[in-house]
């Protein structure tokens, strides 16, 4: 699917403002109610396909949020603009300050959200339970690959243990479910896949293969070089057979299989080969407060400046709206004057 299949072409500027009130749509019809929220651009790997290897330039402490101005802006989004789930991520959240108090907040809002955080599993045997109880619901672990010299060569990190160490600990803190996000080295992927499916089944998470993006901070990213979804689906069909869950699948982005019958899924994310643009019910806050309306995105909205200038609730509401309002069609991806935004993966929050 591409950006045309909303009968619009990408970045149509709306002429009307947006709406006061009701869910936080925009002028194609959609309703954001899933918020994610970056903690901090900082993390403790160095995933190719996400950061160099030297890092980056940190955000500076002032740029960043405080945890008050993030949690206001948390309960703005979810008591005025309609938002039911929200989503802790990164960089890595787990090295963010205060993400136990973050999370319990949230809890406390009501109507109460649900709560979910996207982490690579570093030090998560010593905090699932602890995030559990200040009212997580739901964890997804990142992990490309099992065996231990490929995770050191796609993370440049030698941390498989501490991943694997986290998953078994949010399973035991009762997190469900627990899902491994998989993005695959173009090279060793397919055997990396077959191999995780496996290990997922034999533990009891749910697996989700995401197609890489162009969000890398070195611009590598190449279409010929990743691997597309309906490429993993063939390889994985090869070992097990999938059939398409009979679940409806709604604004959900990834597709998800039977793996032998079932009850264990598979999930393959085809962001790019099979846009989901059309039933996005995503809006994004960076941390260093920034709105933007979708991943891709080249515009971003400064809630922080807004608010450190003394803004009262109403207007950064009407601020967030508008931004959302002018959410263009679709990522542009396959677009021929596609162009890759200057923030890489870990600064927007995956
Ligand atoms: N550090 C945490 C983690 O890795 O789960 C949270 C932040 S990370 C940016 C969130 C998700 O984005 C991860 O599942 C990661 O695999 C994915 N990701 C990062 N760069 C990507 C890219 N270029 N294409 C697709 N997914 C990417
Ligand atoms: Fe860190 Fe997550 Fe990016 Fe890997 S994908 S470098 S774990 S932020």
Known sequence: MTVTDLGLPSLVRPTTPAPADGPLID????????????LTDRCNLRCTYCMPAEGLDWMRGEELLTVEELTRLVRIAVTRLGITRVR?????????KRLEDIIAATAALAPRPEIAL????????RRAAGLKQAGLDRINVSLDTVDRERF?????RDRLADVLAGLAAAHEAGLRPVKV???LDPTTGIDDAVALLRFCIEHDYQLRIIEQMPLDAGHAWSRGAALSADEILAALQQHFTLTPDPKPRGSA???????????ATVGVIASVSHAFCSACDRTRLTADGQVRSCLFSR??????GLMRSGADDDAVEAAWRAAMWAKPAGHGINDPDFVQPDRPMSAIGG
Do not use: C, K, M, Q
């Open 27 to 38: 002028t194609y019809g959609r309703a954001a109610t899933d918020l994610r929220v970056s």
């Open 88 to 96: 802790f991520t990164g960089g890595e959240p787990l090295v963010a």
């Open 118 to 125: 996207t982490t690579n599993g570093i030090g998560l045997d």
């Open 152 to 156: 050191i060569h796609i993370t440049r």
């Open 181 to 183: 996000n998989a993005v």
């Open 253 to 263: 982005p990834a597709e998800l299989w039977l793996v032998d019958g079932g009850p």
């Open 299 to 304: 515009e971003e909205t400064d809630l922080r």
